[in-house]
């Protein structure tokens, strides 16, 4: 019997990844492909590629990761991990910044540095710290916002004029803001952001600051990975990205800027002193396939292995009271078509719609009475009230598929009431219980 804790309503179905301290207590179902990634991972063996766990949406991945680099921090700790979520960041650039902020933060708390190389070492804290300020400070944020639509090698300049002689509160014009120099001017103005150059001729200082690239901050990133090998010899930084293909805002698996990111990651993975670890799902793998080490494939969980973690989750926060009746359980599972993070989604869903009463579990009509009322919310959503008619028409034809004019990306019935077909962005297969409910509510009109 797993410890329990008090019943927790709220986080019991919860679909992200869990917090680290409850990552190995959920955990089901994936000893062996742990076994295959610890063996790989122990040694730390040199590789110029990405290493690459794969497989399908809302596999377990993230969990998968979660309980293997905690693992490996007993068996491997010649390891330092360095970790950033991807998802839903929106541009490469954005994803950078926050690996460069990450690996820079592990040098940072760089503890017991032999005396004789602090000075060195506080040299290379404060370099590091200057970039850091000009990647995330006030001349960063143009070209931040601007990094998604143009290439990576979109600079933000910044000109201003300084007569010798101003008084202190000039205003000075630039062309990201409006700087405002609060020192007498015949002190120098200070640039901090970007690469400056300065021209002076009579009474004027011209001052250009110029943001950092995104290979410039892979540069940066290389650099910081050089130290952190300096003063931390016996370790190899792994850096781990999560969902490194759904950078995208719009749901987009593989989209262009996270084609762009892992571009910039590969310099990266080729530093002697780094190991760069991503998930991914199975088809943006297969388009990339030379990029990448495969680490370990997570597939499909069948039907006792999902049943084992809704066990586990109620034991883990319900102190082991069971919330369905036997049959709810079975039409949840067969939603799911293997995906954890789909029937924990469903299950969150059904308990949020209809909370059991204390010594109850939530029956048939139950969940019935939940298929309704989300069928009603879908027919009158924005996102989703196109898709219902042509999905009943497949239904009333006895087909089992569907054929739509959008690709859903993050769509609500996308892995809920529809499934991609492999190799057909627009074909869709129908989930039976979910055409189950769309024929009973027609009967009902």
């Not at 201003?160 to 120098?188: I, P, Q, Y």
């Amino acid at each position: 019997m797993i410890a329990a804790m008090a019943s927790d309503w709220l986080n019991v179905f919860n679909h992200n990844p869990p917090s680290l301290d409850l990552a190995e207590k959920l955990f089901c179902n994936r000893a062996r492909e742990l076994r295959t990634g610890l063996a790989k991972l122990k040694g730390c063996p040199p590789t110029e590629s990405m290493l690459a766990v794969s497989g399908p949406t809302r596999s377990g991945k993230s969990h998968f990761v979660q309980v293997l680099l905690k693992q490996l921090e007993a068996h491997e700790p010649r390891y330092q991990r360095v970790v950033i979520n991807a998802n839903n960041l929106g541009s490469p650039r954005r994803a950078l910044v926050q690996v460069f902020h990450a690996v820079f933060r592990s040098l940072k708390d760089r503890k017991n540095v032999p005396e004789r190389s602090r000075p060195a070492f506080e040299k290379a804290r404060d370099r590091h710290e200057e970039r850091l300020q000009r990647i995330t400070g006030a001349y960063a944020e143009r070209a931040d916002e601007e990094s998604s639509g143009a290439s990576s090698q979109q600079e933000d300049v910044v000109e201003f004029r300084v007569g010798l002689g101003a008084k202190s509160g000039a205003r000075v014009k630039t062309s990201a803001s409006e700087v405002e120099a609060s020192k007498d001017a015949s002190a120098g103005l200070t640039a901090r952001h970007g690469t400056r150059a300065e021209e002076r001729s009579g009474h004027s200082t011209r001052t250009t600051v110029r943001t950092p690239g995104d290979p410039e901050i892979v540069d940066m990133i290389c650099e910081v990975l050089d130290d952190l090998a300096q003063f931390d010899a016996d370790r190899r930084t792994l850096l781990f990205v999560d969902d490194i293909d759904l950078l995208d805002r719009e749901g987009r698996e593989g989209s262009e800027p996270s084609q762009r990111f892992l571009d910039h990651l590969r310099p990266i993975a080729a530093h002697s002193r780094a190991a760069v670890l991503v998930t991914l799902r199975e088809a943006v793998f297969c388009e990339r396939d030379k990029d990448f080490q495969p680490l370990v494939e997570i597939g499909f969980m069948e039907e006792n292995n999902l049943r084992e973690i809704y066990q586990r989750h109620v034991e883990v926060y319900l102190e082991g009271r069971g919330v369905f009746d036997d049959d709810v359980l079975d039409a949840l599972i067969g939603t799911a078509d293997g995906r954890v993070g789909v029937f924990l989604r469903e299950c969150h869903g059904l308990v949020t719609h209809n909370l059991p009463e204390e010594g109850a579990r939530l029956s048939r009509d139950d969940l019935r009475g939940f298929y309704r009322h989300r069928l009603s919310q879908w027919r009158q959503s924005a996102a989703t009230m196109h898709l219902i008619p042509p999905i009943e028409r497949a239904i009333e034809a006895g087909a089992f598929q569907v054929t739509l004019d959008d690709v859903l990306g993050d769509n609500p019935l996308r892995f809920v009431m529809l499934s991609p077909i492999p190799g057909d962005p627009k074909g869709y297969t129908i989930n039976p219980i979910w055409a189950d409910a769309l024929r009973a509510q027609k009967s009902r009109r």
